[in-house]
T-cell receptor, first 109, second 117 residues
Framework: EDQVTQSPEALRLQEGESSSLNCSYT??????LFWYRQDPGKGPEFLFT???AGEEKEKERLKATLTKKESFLHITAPKPEDSATYLC??????????FGKGTRLSVIA | GAVVSQHPSWVICKSGTSVKIECRSL??????MFWYRQFPKQSLMLMAT?????????EQGVEKDKFLINHASLTLSTLTVTSAHPEDSSFYIC?????????????FGDGTRLSIL
C-alpha cells in the first residue's frame, strides 16, 4: 500500500529564515511525486512534479528535490505570503493520488 | 493553463435539500475527475473517481446513493448531495487530469463550502 508521511506537521519561521519540508514515501513503482500548496478555504494549487530520483525543480523561493525514499521542499528566505499548507502526493499508476497530511507553514514578519 | 473551475463556492441550505456542485476543466479535456472532502485542518479524503461516460468508483464508506456523481462530458463533472443533513456539511473539492493512468498532475478547483442547517 502506498504511503506518504510529511514532517513536520507545523513549522513556524521568521521571515528570511530558510528551511525544508520533508515528504517520505513508500510506493510500488513511483510514477510521479507532486507538491501542492493549499491556502485556507481554497483548493490545492499545483507546484511541482518530480518523476525520478535526482530530479530538482525550482519556482521562485521554492525548490523541490527527490530521492528514492523522500522528497524535500526547500524554502529560501521565505516571506509571509509563503504561509500555507504544503501537501505532498505520490502516484504509482494503480490508484489515485495518495496524499500526506501536509505541513502547515507560518512565516512571521 | 490547467484551470479547474468549481461552482458554487459556498452553499447554505436547509436539511433535506439536495445540492449540486459543478466541476469544469476550462482548458483541457479531463477524462478523469476526482471528488474530495476535507475537514478542518485535515488532509483531503478521496470520495470517488469518475471517468467520462462511465459510472463513478466510490471509496469504501462513501454512500453512492447519497453522493451522486455524473461525468457526462470531458469537461464537466457534477456531485449531487441528496437529502443533505448537517453531518454532510464540509468542504468539497474536485480535481481533474487528462487520464486515469496519466502521470500528469491533478489540478484542483477552489472548493465548495457546504453548510446544512
Amino acid at each position: 500500500e502506498d504511503q506518504v508521511t510529511q514532517s513536520p506537521e507545523a513549522l513556524r519561521l521568521q521571515e528570511g529564515e530558510s528551511s525544508s519540508l520533508n515528504c517520505s514515501y513508500t510506493v510500488s513503482g513511483l510514477r510521479g511525486l507532486f507538491w501542492y500548496r493549499q491556502d485556507p478555504g481554497k483548493g490545492p494549487e499545483f507546484l511541482f512534479t518530480l518523476y525520478s530520483a535526482g530530479e530538482e525543480k525550482e519556482k521562485e523561493r521554492l525548490k523541490a528535490t527527490l530521492t528514492k525514499k523522500e522528497s524535500f521542499l526547500h524554502i529560501t528566505a521565505p516571506k509571509p505570503e509563503d504561509s500555507a499548507t504544503y501537501l505532498c502526493a505520490v502516484y504509482s499508476g494503480n490508484t489515485p493520488l495518495v496524499f500526506g497530511k501536509g505541513t502547515r507553514l507560518s512565516v512571521i514578519a | 493553463g490547467a484551470v479547474v473551475s468549481q461552482h458554487p463556492s459556498w452553499v447554505i441550505c436547509k436539511s433535506g435539500t439536495s445540492v449540486k456542485i459543478e466541476c469544469r476543466s476550462l482548458d483541457f479535456q479531463a477524462t478523469t475527475m476526482f471528488w474530495y472532502r476535507q475537514f478542518p485542518k485535515q488532509s483531503l479524503m478521496l470520495m470517488a473517481t469518475s471517468n467520462e461516460g462511465s459510472k463513478a468508483t466510490y471509496e469504501q464508506g462513501v454512500e453512492k446513493d447519497k453522493f451522486l456523481i455524473n461525468h457526462a462530458s470531458l469537461t464537466l463533472s457534477t456531485l449531487t448531495v441528496t437529502s443533505a443533513h448537517p453531518e454532510d456539511s464540509s468542504f468539497y473539492i474536485c480535481s481533474a487530469k487528462p487520464g486515469l493512468f496519466s502521470n500528469q498532475p491533478q489540478h484542483f478547483g477552489d472548493g465548495t463550502r457546504l453548510s446544512i442547517l
